[in-house]
């Protein structure tokens, strides 16, 4: 049978998931509750096309499950779509092999790596310890931005690595246990919602939500000119701090629905959101609540400047955009900087390798130095593929300031 797009859109819950792999359609409602080891992430893309999301997070061995002889196809396909896309990622194929090949040999572990569990453990308690010591000590501007940058790193290593499926191949129960810590504030359903979009459809308007700043900020052409952008490039960096206080103030505080939420998410809510009431009532309590959001702000401005120069400079938007395969569209709306740098990796949680998350979001991001450094770069210069990361960092939030200005 086949199927329009807007059809497959309507099945779009946790009991009645339909996917869309390389214009085929497949009901992952079953599969995803009794044999996809990575739990419920399917979700945060029902009724979409997936296919970027499906490539780039299995191993290749995965791809056989589509292959009409497979049991998975037997059993999970219900048709096609009408709308078919034009693409070709044998390139794509070629890269994967490589780096999965480079991972074998250099016995590197995708996931499931003790250093960076001990690593989370570690950022656990030197949070939760600042936290108490910026109400408590006499250095309370230290404690302040300590609190901040940790809790940053602890939110990004167990929010990030954990719902991109980094941090555990199927111990389920591994998983919870840390995407707890991002349920207290914030909602791992939903920020799989957005962040996966922006994964499948990087920069492209009206699809990865990550483009959609306006009134406030005008980052791309097909938004349309108004006098309040005219001085974006100054105050832009007064919006960014607020990046954190804007998540924890959404409506992730509230019940997500039922059928969209991966049940076992959805049980932390009530605990997880408790912490959250006596995270912040704590700082009522110590009548010193401007501390906490002075540390907070810090963390915004910290999480969106590592970010937001990785995608929104003026030769990643617009015309600029290839989108012949899934290797080439990122490859022409991501640039990296600081390349190879191990410090710089663990400061930005492998933001500064943003190519290689792309790419390969699953791989822990340990591993993104030597990935970048041994296998993109020599694979790009061999089949003249243009890779942006040849920068520093300071590099690149200059051109983020010049396309501020170019686009206001």
């Given at each position: 049978m086949q199927y329009s797009l807007e059809e497959v859109a309507k099945h779009n819950k946790l009991d009645d998931c339909w996917i869309i792999i390389y214009d085929k359609i497949y009901d992952f409602t079953n599969f995803m509750e009794k044999e996809h080891s990575g739990g419920f992430v399917p979700s945060s893309v029902a009724g979409m096309d997936a296919t970027n999301l499906f490539i780039s997070t299995h191993p290749i061995y995965v791809k056989k499950l589509l292959e009409p002889t497979s049991q998975f196809y037997e059993k999970y396909y219900i048709g096609d779509v009408y709308e078919k896309v034009s693409r070709d990622d044998k390139l794509y194929y070629k890269l994967k092999k490589r780096v999965e090949k480079y991972m074998n040999k250099n016995k590197l572990k995708a996931r499931d790596n003790l250093f960076f569990e001990i690593e989370i453990v570690f950022l656990l308690i030197i949070t939760i310890y600042t936290f108490f010591q910026m109400f408590n000590s006499d250095y309370k501007l230290f404690f302040c931005i300590f609190h901040g940058i940790s809790w940053t790193f602890l939110l990004t290593r167990t929010m990030h690595d954990s719902n991109h499926g980094g941090l555990t191949k199927q111990n389920r129960w591994k998983r919870y246990l840390v995407t707890f810590i991002p349920?207290?504030?914030?909602?791992n359903h939903s920020w799989q919602l957005q962040h996966n979009r922006h994964h499948m459809h990087t920069n492209v308007v009206n699809?990865?939500?990550d483009?959609?700043?306006?009134?406030?900020?005008?980052i791309t052409k097909t938004t349309k000119k108004n006098i309040q952008y005219k001085f974006q490039s100054i105050y832009a960096f007064l919006l960014y701090p607020l990046y954190t206080l804007k998540q924890m103030a959404h409506i992730y505080i509230f019940r997500n629905d039922n059928k969209a939420v991966e049940p076992m998410h959805n049980k932390m809510f009530i605990p997880a959101k408790l912490i959250f009431l006596g995270y912040w009532g704590y700082a009522l309590y110590k009548k010193q609540l401007l501390w906490l959001i002075l540390c907070h702000l810090i963390?915004?401005?910290?999480?969106?400047?590592?970010?937001i120069v990785s995608h929104n400079q003026h030769h990643l938007i617009d015309d600029n955009r290839n989108d012949k395969s899934f290797l080439e569209e990122q490859l022409s709306t991501t640039t990296d900087y600081n390349t190879g740098c191990e410090i710089t990796n663990i400061l930005s949680h492998g933001l500064n390798h943003q190519t290689i998350h792309h790419l390969f979001p699953s791989i822990n991001y340990h591993h993104y130095p030597k990935l970048t450094k041994d296998v993109l770069i020599p694979f790009c210069k061999k089949y003249n593929l243009k890779y942006n990361g040849n920068i520093s960092f300071t590099r690149a939030v200059l051109t983020h300031i010049e396309t501020l200005k170019n686009l206001s």
């Open positions: 349920e207290i504030f914030a909602s699809k990865d939500p483009t959609k700043f306006d009134p406030l900020l005008r963390s915004g401005f910290y999480l969106s400047i590592l970010f």
